[in-house]
Structure formats: C-alpha cells, structure tokens
C-alpha cells in the first residue's frame, strides 16, 4: 500500500496546489531544462558548436543568427516580414540577448517574470514563422514552451533549485517586483 493511500485525498490536492514537496521539484526541473534549451541554443549559434550551427556560421565569426532560420524556413502569412528581417543587425541583437538573457534567468531561477514575458514573446514569434506548423495544424512545441515558462513564473520555480528566494529579497526586487 502507498504512503499517497494514508493521506486524505484534500489534503494530497492542497500539497499539489501550494507547490510543496515533489511538485516543487518538478517545476525546478522544468525550469532548469527549459534554461538550458535556451542557454544551449544561445551559445551554439555564439560559438558554432556544431550541433545545430557550424562553426563558421557561429556569431563570434560573422555569422548572422536570424538568417538561416528566418530566410529559409519562414513560411505563411508573415514569410514575407520575417524574409525582410533575416539577418538583420538589430533582429541578431534582440534575437541572441533574449535567448542568452532568458536562459540565464532561468538557469539562475531569478528574473522569472520578464524571463516569462519576454520568453513567450520569443517563442510565440518563432511559432508564427513556420504557419501552419509541421506537425500539428496549430500546436507545436514553441507554444507549448510559452505555456510552461508562463506557468514557472506563476508557481516561483526559481525558488526551488535556484536563487529566486534571495533575489526576491534584495531591494531592487523590492522596489520593483516585476523583477521578480
């Protein structure tokens, strides 16, 4: 017989809804895994590190981050926007700071709230470059990521695993919460 078959099944739902124990390790996990996507995807296309950027494409060598996906992926009623952007300085720019940013917010487990804005920002566009979706008439997994960094945010995963709770102590954070 279970431990979860003693406890009274109210009580098991508060233990889910307040974030305590397992499920706050859960989302700590998320988190860190949805970092180190971003984080991953920061530093391969800085330094070409072969997976999904060659070396001699790499930022650090002249490359241009936004052009190969936007120039020959773009597809659906914003190709045409999404053609006149690629590889553009400042689209390379928004695009490069937002990955590493976002990644390091959520590696660091502080900055959750901008890092959940501006990620599902980013995500929500790169979802809208390839319309409709290959595998799905409108879901693919740039949304459903949108989802998850929306839901880390409301659940404080930074606190769990990261340095949420002490950031949320300092007193910019407490100036302005939305640093939260």
Known sequence: MAIADHIPAARQADSAQDGSGVVRYVWALARLSLGFVFAWAFLDKLFGLGHGTASKQAWIHGGHPTLGFLKFSAAGPLKGFYHSIAGDVW??????????AIGAALLLGVGMRLAAIAGTVLLVMMWSVVLPPDSNVFMDDHLVYALVIIGLALVGAGDTLGLGRWWAGTRIVSRFPVLR
């Open 91 to 100: 689209a390379d720019w928004l695009f490069m700071l937002g990955l590493g």
